[in-house]
């Protein structure tokens, strides 16, 4: 449509506005149209003409950089009744942020379902939606027509038939079942990928880590990337291999950190040795303790004690100063062997208090049933309900109503919900949230009642994902 029948246009349609006829305005191939009929009905056909033109004519012409994308893959599940939709998109609008509604997406597949893309997509760079998700998040990241991976295991020849997701995946699951095909892999093909590529490939590695996975790592020493060194030299780390020998001098980092660390002795009749954070002088020294803890390896300051990681750990005084504590955490977290990390998360359980909340960053590196002792833990004691929401990777649909009532949890959600404390009635709210996602659908319904009968109303948003774990009752549990 050129500018003059655009001009028309605008005139016709400036003359309805205000209340005229168009019939002698129109262009002559729309009069031959409506010639014959009244002068009512001329203008309701020439108006009818008007409208497609505008909708058709002046539709802005698509860009060139524009490309068309495949149809959105399809799920290896099938996406979640329609009936059930409502419930799901009130339980993500209460998610505050994407960690969250990553929580609802994993509570849905665990029952056997997944969502419809209008209500939830993973965004391309998503790493810790549930694995079904893989295809959206490949499709989402591709920019060319969209290759489906391949239903055979991933190999060297069939490498590229797989994007990132997809093959991450993959990966992850021949390194449970067959570390060392896995790692042949990632050692011929990481250094053709880029260096984001290449890191994410390498974290692959934690799964069923070995000795045998010495020598790869090693070799990374070199790699062009620092993250990718730093990330090889943690994991090495972890198989109790020391990192570069210091000399001991001013400039050694782990003789620096050994050095704001006291060693003294416990006990009359038995004499142990104990390890206590140094009382510092000024809040530089006390950040670069901090820093040093992050940078240097549990294994090399264990080491520099004449003491071995379960050892060194046995022997640490927690309750002296919580930072140097959290330091020492986050250390073993990155750096600790499995065993020792177990070890350590046994201790601070056993220690309580606001000691055991530190186990939170271990818990990427726990297996399931310590996990779920933690979480059973915290819902005994109820003093620290809002530590629930640094629960990280645990298992949906487990917890059962035995578990809140056997403790003060139950107790003490009914006295915040109950009680007119503001900061106390949210601790509630993230509470029921996180509960919402670890509970079964038959605990999630008991729980409803029970909160509803302590004061929080039927239709509160801080109930949405527990009305939706209720619902998915005929799925798969």
């Known amino acids: 449509m050129n500018e003059l029948e655009q001009t028309g246009l605008a005139t016709m349609r400036d003359c309805w506005i205000t209340g005229g006829t168009t019939f002698d305005l129109a262009p002559a191939a729309w009069k031959e149209i409506a010639a014959g009929a009244s002068p009512d009905e001329r203008e309701r056909q020439l108006l009818a003409i008007a409208a497609q033109a505008l909708d058709v004519g002046l539709r802005p012409a698509a860009p060139k950089t524009l490309k068309r994308r495949p149809p959105l893959p399809r799920l290896g599940l099938p996406l979640l009744p329609e009936r059930l939709r409502p419930l799901l998109r009130a339980a993500l609008k209460n998610a505050a942020d994407a960690r969250r509604k990553a929580r609802v997406a994993t509570l849905v597949a665990s029952r056997g379902y997944v969502l419809h893309p209008m209500d939830w997509m993973p965004p391309a760079s998503d790493q810790s939606s549930p694995d079904v998700y893989a295809p959206w998040i490949d499709w989402q990241a591709s920019v060319e027509g ?29 390194r449970r079942r067959d570390p060392a095909a896995a790692r042949s892999l990632i050692e011929t093909k990481a250094p053709g990928e880029p260096a984001e590529v290449r890191l994410a490939l390498i974290e692959l590695m934690h799964f069923g880590l070995t000795p045998a996975d010495a020598p790869f790592l090693k070799s990374l020493a070199t790699d062009r990337s620092g993250k990718v060194q730093e990330l090889a030299g943690r994991l090495l780390a972890r198989l109790g291999e020391h990192g570069r020998a210091g000399d001991g001098g001013a400039d050694d980092p782990v003789a620096e950190l050994a050095a704001f660390i006291a060693e003294g002795k416990s006990g009359f009749i038995r ?34 004690f004449g003491k071995t990681e379960s050892d060194f750990i046995g022997a640490w005084q927690f309750g002296v100063d919580d930072r140097a504590d959290l330091s020492l955490v986050r250390m073993v977290a990155v750096s600790g062997s499995d065993a020792t990390v177990a070890l350590l998360a046994d201790t601070l359980a056993a220690e309580g208090g606001k000691s055991a909340l530190f186990v939170f960053h271990l818990m990427l590196r726990l297996d399931s049933g310590r996990k779920r002792t933690l979480i059973r833990q915290i819902l005994k004691d109820a003093q620290n309900l809002e530590a629930l929401n640094l629960v990280e990777g645990a298992e949906a649909s487990w917890l059962e109503w035995d578990d809140l009532t056997n403790g003060k949890a139950l107790s003490a959600l009914r006295s915040k919900v109950a009680g007119n404390d503001e900061p106390a009635k949210r601790s509630a709210d993230h509470a029921l949230e996180t509960i919402g996602f670890l509970a079964t659908a038959a605990t999630a319904e008991r729980l409803i009642g029970d909160i509803v009968a302590a004061g929080m109303p039927p239709a509160a948003a801080s109930l949405a994902f527990l009305r939706l774990n209720a619902a998915l009752t005929g799925t798969n549990t």
């Open 146 to 174: 969209l290759r489906i991976a391949p239903q055979e295991q991933l190999t060297v020849q069939n490498w590229d038939d797989f994007y990132p997701a997809a093959r991450r995946i993959a990966l992850g699951e021949m």
């Open 271 to 304: 004499r142990r040795i104990t390890y206590t954070p140094a009382k510092l002088k000024s809040a530089a020294q006390e950040s670069r303790r901090v820093d040093l803890f992050a940078s240097c390896y549990l294994v090399d300051l264990a080491a520099r």
